[in-house]
């Protein structure tokens, strides 16, 4: 099962900055939050990952509480060709190997 | 650098035959995850392999194999097609471990009548 909780759905206005929140409160002091979205059909796309600090890339921002219990993804300028859905995933291990958990992710509209 | 590439990208089928799809992953990227896709279930993790040895596996019944070459490409398998497994099939490649940031192909979409 996956170990993390989102919003089925959330609108944006283009231009305007999307906050998609992220809740793992069950999350290990060694386990990665990962940020990955799907455009319609397409392939999952990775977006960013973090451990605890603040991280920042070309697609995206990713803050992580000091407790690291929940998570947010910010996309500063959302724009039409950022709706997808976004997964926020946290790295399980299982038997000395280790997967991606996917779980329903966040259905993002970007409205112009 | 060329992405992750799999084939066919259709494939439309009856119950009871069997099926096979490929993956090329990045060029370098040892390890390769399959999921499946479908509207009910989501995104759900089929196996991993590194190195030609499958070093993880989720909950699929047997039905569902794979195989990794020396060059890293891989195929799955499906025997004995269900309606049920009619689904979007989905390739990841990653340098050593499906935690490392893994690259998504486009999928082949399976159609099963």
């Known amino acids: 099962d996956a170990k993390t909780t989102q919003p089925p759905s959330m609108d944006c206005a283009e231009g305007r900055a999307a906050n998609l929140p992220c809740n793992h409160s069950?999350?290990?002091?060694?386990?990665?939050v990962y940020w990955y979205r799907q455009i319609h059909s397409q392939g999952p796309q990775y977006i960013i990952h973090?451990?605890?600090n603040n991280e920042t890339n070309e697609m995206a921002s990713l803050i992580i509480t000091e407790d690291r219990k929940s998570s947010t993804l910010i996309l500063p300028h959302a724009t039409l060709r950022d709706t997808a859905v976004y997964y926020c995933i946290v790295r399980v291990a299982t038997g000395g190997s280790e997967k991606l958990v996917f779980g329903k992710g966040t259905k993002l509209t970007v409205n112009p | 650098k060329a992405g992750v590439t799999q084939t066919p990208r259709y494939l439309i089928k009856t119950r009871g035959q069997q099926v096979t799809l490929s993956c090329s992953p990045i060029?370098?990227?040892?390890?390769v995850s399959w999921y499946q896709q479908t509207p009910g279930q989501g995104l759900q993790f089929l196996f991993e392999y590194f190195s030609e040895t499958q070093r993880n596996k989720g909950n699929f019944p047997g039905r569902f194999s794979g195989r990794q070459f020396s060059n890293s490409r891989s195929e799955m398998n499906v025997s004995t097609l269900e309606l049920g497994d009619s689904a979007l099939y989905l390739c990841?490649?990653?340098?050593?471990?499906?935690?490392?940031?893994?690259?998504f192909g486009p999928g082949t979409r399976l159609t099963v009548l």
């Open positions: 069950t999350i290990s002091g060694n386990e990665y």
């Open positions: 060029s370098g990227h040892r390890s």
């Open positions: 990841a490649s990653s340098l050593d471990s499906p935690v490392d940031t893994q690259y």
């Open positions: 973090g451990l605890k």
